[in-house]
């Protein structure tokens, strides 16, 4: 059996405890300034395993060898309804530490999976499908040079019993032991029979599991820590070695196509579709009109909204955000502008910051530019290496299933105009007293690769189109079609998801 190997009555002596934990704590010391001062990777620490063995002291023990100021222990309760709003994961990616820190956990992802496979909430097709959902989170934090430990914490059902009658039984510590405890050691057999599944299928390169006997605090505390330090040193070797090969930076490579220009989605839009002032101005007011109210209706019915804009330099996704949250509750609508990364965002997964702007319940989120920046401004100018930008493609995809399947409407809009068009804005922009701060030297240059971008945009749309979130792509060269095809999309769509 799987824990068999953790019920072997393994012990330490005091004496041997402290003579190791004082070298043992220089160790980790050493290990997390050098992590703090690469600054290259995050450390994530899950304490999953059974009720009594230990998780909570080792947490606090980690505390007291290490230096708790580059440390962060969560301990996750009930969902809040923040965190019900959201999609499920949500909380995970809000909590990520940034590079150089270390993460703790405490009732994390394989928390709630476990409760519910047990007291039979989620039959074994949703507990595999939970699974499956993990694992590709923490291969996309793995897949960005994340270091993941997991232990599972183990006791024997008489050993359980034993710790939690000694809790109960200490006045001091018997606030320590609720009724769930008592339940769950009810369902011991159930319990292991679950972690062995979980511990089978999530035990993967890169975040492996590791089943620790917990009976023996000195043991237990000793071999966590070791763990810990052993792993840590051979992720810091690694990228260190890494950093030194790149000259201290991660190696870049363009992802600019070297074949001839391909024929792409954007070349079969009729851009010439036009609309006359008098009919935009009279539509505009009854779109308008129409999508406030809807917009009210989902506040009431606690229905959120999350609106992409991607496209050209100048291919008017400002106006069209303009136009349609003019109509929309300012008080429950936001507008996320996003540009280079700043340094707190660098210091995480590149999806981090897009997470924490997902809207509450109700809410509409609208990103002006967004997480395809990985497969176009950062593939373009190398600041993404191919290895990074092509495994985005499905990252970007399984997140956004989780904020469909959360019940968010999404809708992602591609506003796309001519190559001269787009030069015949600029000059416009050059001339304008309000708009000529919009125009960069960085637009210009990105105008001389129009070609090379708009084999990432088709690339996107090839890639990530898909059932759950198409791409809408929008004729952009007459604004005013575009501005009225946005509203009216979004009018549609949020009119079905309401009936």
């Keep these: 059996m799987m824990f068999d190997t953790a019920e072997l009555g393994q012990s330490v002596s005091q004496s041997d405890f402290k003579a190791r934990e004082r070298e043992l704590r220089t160790r980790l010391l050493i290990l997390q300034y050098r992590t703090l001062e690469l600054a290259r990777f995050p450390v994530l620490i899950d304490f999953a395993g059974v009720d009594g063995a230990g998780k ?25 309804q923040e965190e019900r709003a959201r999609p499920r994961f949500w909380r995970y990616w809000r909590d990520l530490p940034p590079k150089g820190r270390i993460g703790l956990y405490l009732s994390g992802r394989y928390s709630r999976p476990l409760l519910n496979r047990v007291y039979g909430d989620s039959d074994e097709l949703e507990f595999d499908r939970r699974l499956a959902g993990i694992i590709r989170f923490e291969n996309a934090l793995v897949d960005d040079g994340a270091l993941i430990l997991k232990f599972w ?8 019993k034993q710790r939690l009658d000694a809790l109960s039984a200490d006045p001091m510590q018997s606030y320590r032991v609720s009724d769930d ?23 993967r390169g890169g975040a492996q599991w590791n089943i620790v006997e917990g009976k023996d605090s000195n043991f237990r505390h000793l071999r966590i820590g070791e763990i810990i330090a052993d792993e840590l040193s051979r992720h810091l070797e690694m990228h260190e070695q890494q950093a030194a090969a790149a000259g201290g930076s991660v190696a870049i490579h363009s992802g600019e196509p070297t074949s001839p220009r391909q024929r792409t989605v954007f070349d079969g839009l009729d851009l010439s579709r036009t609309v006359s002032r008098s009919d935009y101005k009279s539509k505009l007011k009854e779109y308008q009109a129409g999508l406030g109210e809807l917009g009210r209706k989902a506040f009431d019915q606690g229905v959120s909204t999350v609106l992409v804009f991607e496209g050209p330099d100048a291919s008017g996704k400002g106006g069209a955000i303009r136009r349609a949250i003019w109509s929309l509750d300012a008080r429950t609508s936001r507008v996320h502008q996003f540009a ?28 002006d530019r967004s997480w395809y920046g990985r497969v176009l401004v950062e593939r373009a100018e190398g600041y993404a290496t191919e290895a990074e930008w092509r495994r985005a493609y499905n990252e970007i995809n399984d997140f956004e299933n989780q904020i469909v399947d959360h019940g968010i409407l999404l809708l992602k809009f591609w506003l796309h105009i001519g190559e001269d068009e787009q030069l015949e804005r600029f000059r ?10 919009k125009l960069t030297e960085e637009d210009w240059r990105n105008r001389e690769r129009w070609d090379e971008y708009e084999q990432f945009g088709h690339d996107v749309v090839q890639y990530t189109s898909t059932q759950k979130a198409p791409w809408i792509i929008v004729e952009g060269n007459d604004k005013l079609h575009a501005r009225l095809k946005v509203i009216e999309t979004i009018s549609d769509h949020l009119a079905a998801r309401l009936a």
């Design 153 to 160: 914490m183990h006791l024997s059902q008489a050993d359980q």
């Design 56 to 80: 909570g002291t080792t947490v606090n023990m980690l505390n007291k060898w290490m230096d708790p100021r580059w440390l962060r222990s969560i301990g996750y309760r009930v969902q809040t």
């Design 181 to 203: 405890d008592w339940q769950n050691h009810e369902r011991y057999d159930d319990f292991i029979g679950a972690a062995e599944q979980i511990i089978t299928r999530t035990n």
């Design 428 to 437: 416009k922009r050059e001339k304008s007293p309000y708009k000529h701060w």
């Design 340 to 367: 280079a990364p700043t340094e707190e965002e660098r210091a995480h997964h590149y999806l981090w910051r897009f997470w924490r702007k997902l809207p509450q319940a109700g809410f509409v989120s609208v990103f």
